[in-house]
């Protein structure tokens, strides 16, 4: 039968935190509890009652964002999911075997999936509120990563590093405790676990490469990281037995540049993010920016370099 709010799986999430919260209310003890909802994700298939409040007005959902021909100086990554859809989807979600209607579909069913997310988290702030429980929890609200959905004509997500797929969405709440504020602060997934550690009063781990945004998050700074980084490294084994190289690209970006490496490749990608926020003039190759190019390499060089094991802990003076 077709799935309906109630019966998806971000409502079973939901409902389980529901049980244990309300179960923790009354112990009294410290607890912490991590809801993965699936949502937003293909295969698009988003309940319908959510679907149809786009569907009176499916024309004037904006077509994907994209520039003819922009793949063909890009890592070749790109074009095999452009062509072929990629990840085991055959030509489903390949480009060219879309009209403009498939196009929109998938972006309102999309949407429709962000909006059922947004009722059943309101949901849970709800049962924190009937047991008391919120003025003294830590809520933290995020993804693992974005979703294309057929910017650059491309679809879901691969070794590319698009902001739709590499921009995610962070917000923090704690009444009394973390500052209503918008930052536009560069920050990175691995500075959460010293940030949950500074927020419970907890020594960080000797181990721990992150940095924590609890300065941030109450005010005494503004500034987080000069940069961003991020790795692909071989990671789905059925897109890259296609290649005799497997995918292997890394990504440095600043507030106003985004480098990408595709390691092996003799390729990568160069973005001007104030001139082309959208990425889609690829600079790479433009003897105008071998400067920025240069620079960018090198503060990749540290930051690969950095991402060295810092432990064990060195006790001896050699």
Avoid at 161 to 186: K, N, T
Wanted: proline residues 6%; contains cysteine; charged residues 25%.
């Amino acid at each position: 039968h077709a799935m309906t709010g109630e019966t998806s799986q971000t409502a079973w999430c939901a409902a389980k935190f529901a049980d244990f919260a309300r179960a923790q209310a009354q112990t009294g003890q410290p607890w912490l509890f991590s809801v993965n909802l699936f949502d937003p994700h293909h295969s698009f298939d988003a309940p319908r009652a959510y679907l149809e409040r786009y569907l009176p007005q499916l024309d004037d959902i904006p077509l994907p964002t994209r520039r003819e021909g922009e793949l063909a100086d890009k890592p070749r990554w790109q074009r095999y999911d452009s062509e072929r859809g990629g990840y085991g989807l055959e030509r489903r979600l390949a480009w060219d075997a879309m009209t403009d209607r498939d196009h929109r579909l998938v972006r309102a069913s999309y949407w429709a999936m962000c909006d059922l997310i947004d009722d059943y988290v309101g949901r849970m702030l709800d049962v924190l509120d009937e047991t008391g429980q919120r003025d003294n929890t830590l809520v933290i609200f995020t993804s693992d990563h974005g979703e294309l959905i057929g910017d650059h004509s491309i679809y879901l997500k691969g070794p590319f590093f698009y902001d739709c797929s590499v921009r995610v969405p962070l917000i923090v709440h704690w009444p009394g405790r973390v500052l209503a504020q918008e930052s536009h602060a560069l920050v990175e997934l691995l500075d959460l676990p010293q940030t949950l550690l500074d927020a419970a009063g907890l020594p960080h781990h000797p181990g721990m490469m992150g940095k924590s945004l609890w300065p941030l998050l109450t005010g005494q700074a503004t500034a987080h990281r000069d940069s961003v980084y991020c790795e692909y490294y071989n990671a789905c084994n059925g897109h890259n037995g296609d290649f005799e190289q497997p995918a292997m690209a890394t990504m440095l970006r600043t507030r106003g540049h985004k480098l990408v490496v595709a390691h092996g490749e003799g390729e990568g990608e160069l973005y001007d993010l104030a001139a082309d926020p959208d990425e889609l003039r690829n600079l790479w190759h433009d003897p105008a920016h071998l400067g920025i190019k240069a620079e960018l390499l090198t503060q990749l060089a540290d930051r690969l370099a950095f991402t060295c094991d810092p432990l064990p802990v060195r006790t001896s003076p050699w």
